[in-house]
């Protein structure tokens, strides 16, 4: 149990066009969920917190005009790159974390996906 | 701010020796800390944690203690196996919050 798939494992794309990532939760209810960058030999750095149903909360420094957030549903929040550039070429990782376990304050990770812009 | 510091790596070594990768950190008051292990090709899994000072998480032969006055959580092995290859994340969460603070990861390799 506890399985969530991110999808396109990787994706190519041109400099300028918008990229979205999908993220579900496959097995569970995911009220909130997580979105990571994962720069080459650096650690995950948190983006944005998503609740399902409202906005996202970014992190500083993240812009949310560029990095588009949805958590339309309990199984499914989606990740869009927009107008990507070579420098948002990078590894983007989501988690998922269910009320049921909150206070284990555990978030289930998805398999991530590589984002390469040319 | 918090931050989470653990050995570069990568480490490899052989089946059945002892494992340590060294984890310290960085945060006011009492934060929760944890082990995630990625293997190829998979997400992060949680691998062992600890909420107070002194706890030791455990989980699959992996053990780590909470260690305050060192503020270190360093993950260690008696004998690895070829199947423990990947990589290592130390985290830490703080004030109940659920955001996660990594380590940049430690790459594992056992040879048979």
């Known amino acids: 149990g506890a399985v969530v798939s991110q999808h396109p494992s990787w994706v190519i794309c041109k400099s300028g066009t918008s990229v979205k990532i999908e993220c579900r939760s496959l097995?569970?209810?995911?009220?909130?969920m997580f979105w990571y960058r994962q720069f080459p030999k650096q650690s995950l750095m948190l983006m944005a917190t998503s609740n399902e149903g409202s906005k996202a909360t970014y992190e500083q420094g993240v812009e949310k005009d560029k990095f588009l957030i949805n958590h339309a549903s309990l199984t499914l929040s989606t990740l869009t790159v927009t107008s990507a550039h070579p420098e948002d070429s990078s590894f983007y990782i989501c988690?998922?974390?269910?009320?049921?376990?909150?206070?284990?304050?555990?978030?289930?990770f998805g398999p991530g996906t590589r984002l390469t812009v040319l | 701010g918090n931050s989470v510091t653990q050995m570069e790596g990568p480490v490899t070594l052989s089946e059945e020796a002892f494992l340590t990768i060294n984890c310290t950190y960085t945060a006011t008051g009492y934060p929760s800390l944890f082990w995630y292990v990625q293997y190829p090709g998979e997400g992060l899994q949680l691998l062992l944690k600890?909420?107070?000072?002194?706890d030791k998480g455990s989980n699959k032969g992996f053990e780590a203690t909470y260690r305050k006055e060192t503020t270190s959580f360093h993950l260690e092995k008696g004998s690895v196996q070829v199947s423990d290859s990947a990589v290592y994340f130390c985290a830490l969460s703080q004030g109940g919050s659920e955001k996660l603070v990594f380590g940049k990861g430690t790459k594992l390799t056992v040879n048979p």
């Open positions: 097995d569970f209810q995911a009220t909130t």
């Open positions: 988690s998922a974390a269910t009320w049921q376990r909150r206070n284990e304050n555990e978030q289930f």
């Open positions: 600890a909420t107070k000072a002194d």
